[in-house]
């Protein structure tokens, strides 16, 4: 398995390209499934995950080339075949419950393997089935799967989620576009990512109004046709980059960044000293060379603070100046990555969801590892700020969400690299 070695201590100056957002690709790819014309989507990233749905995809009879790289994918599903979405495929990735929704109001049927657990807590899809179940959709829990089912099509309704889900509101999307009448969505996602995907399903022929507030209509239309659709930049990737002058020192720019899908992070990151601003070419932050001062975060769905930043934001608080406190609201169990920062001389003390760090001045350099995407990351950050090496173990969560990772970093002067594993 690979590993990431890391030198500390160098201050960063550059630009970095910020990907198309892995998590919008990831719901945008599966609205191929409601219509036989092709879907285009450009800005996409190169990421495993990526390849995980475009091979649920295929499974389903979908076929899908890749372009310029894997940068843009065509996806076509005018001879859909499968209607089941096998335990192997699923298993790798929770996003893939996202195929639910759209095979059910296109075929009227769909078997879909329940997700496992999963390292950052229980992660339940209930609400994905209940919105289906709402829209009347038969839904039976079998030998692992959900076994749903809409012979005569699915109808307009009104589904209101008691808390705000992503990926609910998304599934629901994608097969309210093709229900009988009208569909309301109560307390939806306003997140980017929901934006993007009620964007180009409109391109696609959908009536949908509302996206971005917590209030989403929906008028099902009888067909949709083929589009083509850019992916919104990925604001965790950019939240991300933003850290890393913050962390190291020195100045990044993050080409493509929009300030206006990060700006709760941007501010608790200005509240610690930084100077952050909007380019002509996207987000600059700059180390003003005084040590970061503490800050309390409280995640919560957009437009709070991103639970996908918060393991990031720990890096950075792990040197700040005096006590800062994190409370994540989303998921249970998402501070994976404070053990593993306390061997790095951290000193973190977390209570349920409540983290409080006591900033140090300098971490020091160990081998770690991480069981998630976002943790694994937070590490790698912590190795640019620390004395000495830093080795991080498990690489493969991050090949799930950032592109070309130690190019971008080495690239702006981090001493980072890849060593292939055995
Ligand atoms: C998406 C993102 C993930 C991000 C999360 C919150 C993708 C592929 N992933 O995940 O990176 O961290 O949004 O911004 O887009 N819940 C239930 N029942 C359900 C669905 C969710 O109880 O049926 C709970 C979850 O356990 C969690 C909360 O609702 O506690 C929010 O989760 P949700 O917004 O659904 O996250 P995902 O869509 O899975």
Known sequence: MDSILIHGGTPLAGRIPIAGAKNACLALMPATLLSDEPLTLTNCPRLSDIRTMTQLLQSLGAEVSQLQGGQVLVLSSHDLAGVRADYDIV?????SILVLGPLVARRGRAEVSLPGGCAIGARPVDLHLRALEALGAAMDLRDGYVHASAPSGLRGAVVEFPFVSVGATENLLLAAVLARGTTVIRNAAREPEVVDLARCLRRMGARIAGEGTG?????GV????????????????LGTYMLAPAIAGGEVEC??????????????????????????DGVA???????????DVVTAPFPGFPTDLQAQMMALLCIAEGESVLEER??????????????????IEVHGGTARVHG?????????????????VSLILAGLAAAGETVVSRVYHLDRGYERLEAKLSAVGARIERVQGT
Do not use: C, Q, Y
């Open 91 to 95: 298993r790798k990735m929770r996003a």
């Open 215 to 219: 209030v989403i209509e929906i008028e």
């Open 222 to 237: 009888d067909r949709l046709a083929g589009a083509t659709h850019p992916v919104v930049v990925d604001r965790i990737e």
């Open 255 to 280: 080409l493509g960044g929009r300030l206006d899908l990060v700006a709760a992070f941007a501010d608790t990151l200005a509240r610690t000293g930084m100077e952050v601003r909007a380019t002509a």
């Open 285 to 295: 932050v700059r180390h003003g060379g005084a040590r970061p001062r503490a800050v």
């Open 330 to 347: 989303i998921f249970e169990n998402r501070f994976m990555h404070a053990p593993e920062l306390l061997r790095m001389g951290a000193r």
């Open 360 to 376: 140090v001045e300098r971490l020091r350099g160990a081998p770690v590892m991480a069981t998630d995407l976002r943790a694994s």
